[in-house]
Every structure is written in structure tokens, then in C-alpha cells.
């Protein structure tokens, strides 16, 4: 059975960094794309940005870009979200989740997902 386990989230004064890790086991790593998802208390979950699992391509929000980075390692099964300059309003339960291809990742057509890990940026 696939199974995804988030870990790194805290509480991080605006501006700091995180860095989540999303382990992987149970499936072949290497086939599947990796995404990072969160959800905001009140707010529906949203896609952050995913990578594929063979070329590396990878897919970010807009408004993330520069500020987030996402990466995988192949030996630990292991893909890694840095999050650099961060901002009260990205406050919430993160989720790694992974599914056969970017384009299922970006539908929500997941196999697996992860139970979550709390980042907290207080002002």
C-alpha cells in the first residue's frame, strides 16, 4: 500500500523559510509525479506546485514563483518544498499527494496523499 508522509512544518516569523519533506513508500517513486497541496482554516485546498517523475518538468502557482521551490530525490524517495520569504497568508496544512502524471496531479486525480503537515507564519 502507497503511503506519503509529510514532515518540517512549524511556526516561522514572517519572512523565514520552511523546508516540508514528503517521503514516499509502497509504489515505484520514480513514476509517479509529486505535488504539495494546502488548505487554509475555512479556504478549500489549492494546488501549489508539482514535479513529474521522470523528467523533473515542473509546474508552480504564479503566485508562488520566486518564493517557492520544489525538488526531488530519486534515492530517498523523497521530494522536499523550500519555502523561502514567508507570509502570514500562507498559513496552513500542507499535503503531498501523487498521482501517474502533472496532469493528473494539477485535476486532484490522486493515488495517494499524505496526512498533512501544520505551517503556522505568525506577523
Known amino acids: 500500500e502507497g503511503q506519503l508522509v509529510e514532515s518540517g512544518g512549524g511556526l516561522v516569523q514572517a519572512g523565514g523559510s520552511l523546508r516540508l519533506s514528503c517521503a514516499a513508500s509502497?509504489?515505484?517513486?520514480?513514476?509517479?509525479?509529486i505535488g504539495w497541496f494546502r488548505q487554509a482554516p475555512g479556504k478549500e485546498r489549492e494546488g501549489v506546485l508539482c514535479?513529474?517523475?521522470?523528467?523533473?518538468?515542473?509546474y508552480y502557482a504564479d503566485s508562488l514563483k520566486g518564493r517557492f521551490t520544489i525538488s526531488r530525490d530519486h534515492a530517498k524517495n523523497t521530494v522536499y518544498l523550500q519555502m523561502n520569504s514567508l507570509e502570514p497568508e500562507d498559513t496552513a496544512v500542507y499535503y503531498c499527494?501523487?498521482?501517474?502524471?502533472?496532469?493528473?496531479?494539477?485535476?486532484?486525480?490522486?493515488?495517494?496523499w499524505g496526512q498533512g503537515t501544520q505551517v503556522t507564519v505568525s506577523s
Open positions: 509502497g509504489f515505484t517513486f520514480d513514476d509517479y509525479a
Open positions: 514535479i513529474s517523475g521522470s523528467d523533473g518538468s515542473t
Open positions: 499527494a501523487a498521482a501517474g502524471t502533472l496532469k493528473g496531479i494539477l485535476a486532484y486525480e490522486n493515488d495517494y
